[in-house]
C-alpha cells in the first residue's frame, strides 16, 4: 500500500468507517478456453422461468427482501428483452433445481468480457459450480471474439478459483462502510 492509500484510509476511519471486505482486480488474456466437466448445467437465462431461476437464488442467497428480489425480477426481465444488449445471466442447476447465477457483460467494441456478479448456493459450495460456470462464460467469449476477461473478486472466496482459471490481479479495492449502523447512510426513517 502507498502513502497515500494509508491517508486516505486513516481519514476514512475519523470519519466513522471500518473497513469491510476486499476485492481484487482481475484480468485475463483469452487464448486457449476449455468447455466446463461438471455434473451441473449451465444455461443462459432467456425465459421468464430462467429469469424466476436465476433472481430465486440470488434472493436465496443474498437475503434480498422482497422489493429488492421484484426489482431485480423486472430490471433482468427488461434487459433480457433488450435487442441490443451486450450481455445477460447464467444460471447453474442441478437438475431442475437452480443453485448458482452469474452475470456478465461485453464491450461496446465485443472485445472485453465484463464478469460482474455470481453465488453458489452455500450447500453447493465447493463443487466447481463457480469455476464452471466462468470457465462457460469464458469458452463463450473466446467464441464472440473477445481477447481479454475482466473481474472483481472477493478476497478468500472467489478471488483463488478464478487465478486457478488464469486471472492476474492488477488492482485491490477495499470496501468501507460506516461502523454505526445504517442511519449513516440515510436508510432508517
Known amino acids: 500500500m502507498n502513502h497515500e492509500s494509508d491517508r486516505f484510509e486513516r481519514v476514512l476511519t475519523h470519519h466513522g468507517m471500518k473497513h469491510f471486505d476486499t476485492y481484487s482486480g482481475l484480468a485475463k488474456i483469452l487464448d486457449y478456453e476449455y468447455e466446463p466437466v461438471s ?76 464478469l460482474n456478479g455470481a453465488g453458489v448456493l452455500p450447500t453447493y459450495q465447493g463443487k466447481g459450480i463457480y469455476r464452471g460456470m466462468v ?23 472467489s478471488e483463488p478459483i478464478v487465478k486457478k482459471l488464469g486471472f492476474s490481479e492488477y488492482a485491490v479495492f477495499k470496501q468501507y462502510i460506516y461502523d454505526k449502523g445504517e442511519e449513516k447512510f440515510g436508510l432508517t426513517e
Open 39 to 114: 455434473a451441473y448445467t449451465f444455461r443462459e437465462v432467456s425465459t421468464v422461468e430462467d429469469v424466476m431461476a436465476h433472481v430465486q437464488v440470488a434472493t436465496e442467497i443474498w437475503n434480498y427482501n422482497e422489493t429488492a428480489r421484484k426489482a431485480a425480477f423486472q430490471e433482468r426481465m427488461n434487459y433480457i428483452k433488450f435487442s441490443d444488449r451486450r450481455g445477460g445471466y447464467m444460471i447453474a442447476l442441478d437438475g431442475d433445481k437452480s443453485i448458482g447465477y452469474s452475470n456478465y457483460r461485453y464491450s461496446a467494441d465485443g472485445r472485453v468480457l465484463y
Open 135 to 157: 470457465a462457460k462464460r469464458l469458452v463463450e467469449a473466446k467464441k464472440r471474439g473477445c481477447k481479454v476477461a475482466v473481474m472483481q473478486a472477493r478476497k478468500g472466496t
